[in-house]
T-cell receptor
Framework: DQQVKQNSPSLSVQEGRISILNCDYT??????FLWYKKYPAEGPTFLIS?????DKNEDGRFTVFLNKSAKHLSLHIVPSQPGDSAVYFC??????????????FGQGTILTVHP | KAGVTQTPRYLIKTRGQQVTLSCSPI?????VSWYQQTPGQGLQFLFE???????NKGNFPGRFSGRQFSNSRSEMNVSTLELGDSALYLC??????????????FGPGTRLTVL
């Protein structure tokens, strides 16, 4: 039962253009969402997060959008740079309750930014 | 501030053996979560420890266990290794372990190969 889905295994973008990575979730209890970037042989690196009380959060070149009614979030990277080439994971969490320390991850999207 | 460290980085074991992996969280972080990453299943939550107590557990058999020490360092143990246990094991630390605004920071992982 895949509660967090990233339906695009890969995405190829030209340097300077926008990269849009998508993520869908099924569990309506999720109320906190995160994006991580992962290079080979390294652990995931935190990029940006958003709480369910917001619909947008920006940090430099990275913006995350949340559409709760559609259970959909997206990560926009503008402008894309070759160093952004990595695997991007979407993750979701339930605040409070007994879901301590648990992130539910999507399968990841491989982003390749061409010079 | 030093990041999350994991030792060893690589391990090769044979079926039936047991293994212990170690994780040192970021200084001041009291929550440690463990994840298993495999090509087929992606990143899956194993368990979370806070103040030496396991607060949350994923859907893994009892062969997977862990503990946390008073200095927040954590270990996970896998007994009676199976071929399917070959994976990247990731440890993540956070201040308190609960969302929101409680991002997890990952270590580089331990690559376990079971022969």
């Amino acid at each position: 039962d895949q509660q967090v889905k990233q339906n695009s295994p890969s995405l190829s973008v030209q340097e300077g253009r926008i990269s849009i990575l998508n993520c869908d979730y099924t569990n309506s209890m999720f109320d906190y969402f995160l994006w991580y970037k992962k290079y080979p042989a390294e652990g995931p690196t935190f990029l940006i997060s958003i709480s369910s009380i917001k619909d947008k959060n920006e940090d430099g070149r990275f913006t995350v959008f949340l559409n709760k009614s559609a259970k959909h979030l997206s990560l926009h990277i503008v402008p894309s740079q070759p160093g952004d080439s990595a695997v991007y994971f979407c993750a979701a969490a339930v605040a409070g309750g007994t879901s301590y320390g648990k992130l539910t991850f999507g399968q990841g999207t491989i982003l390749t930014v061409h010079p | 501030k030093a990041g999350v460290t994991q030792t060893p980085r690589y391990l090769i074991k044979t079926r039936g053996q047991q293994v212990t992996l170690s994780c040192s969280p970021i200084s001041g972080h009291r929550s440690v979560s463990w994840y298993q990453q495999t090509p087929g299943q992606g990143l899956q939550f194993l368990f979370e420890y806070f103040s030496e107590t396991q607060r949350n557990k994923g859907n893994f058999p009892g062969r997977f266990s862990g503990r946390q020490f008073s200095n927040s360092r954590s270990e996970m143990n896998v007994s009676t290794l199976e071929l399917g246990d070959s994976a990247l094991y990731l440890c993540a630390s956070s201040l308190l372990g609960g969302a929101p605004n409680n991002e997890q920071f990952f270590g580089p992982g331990t690559r376990l190969t079971v022969l």
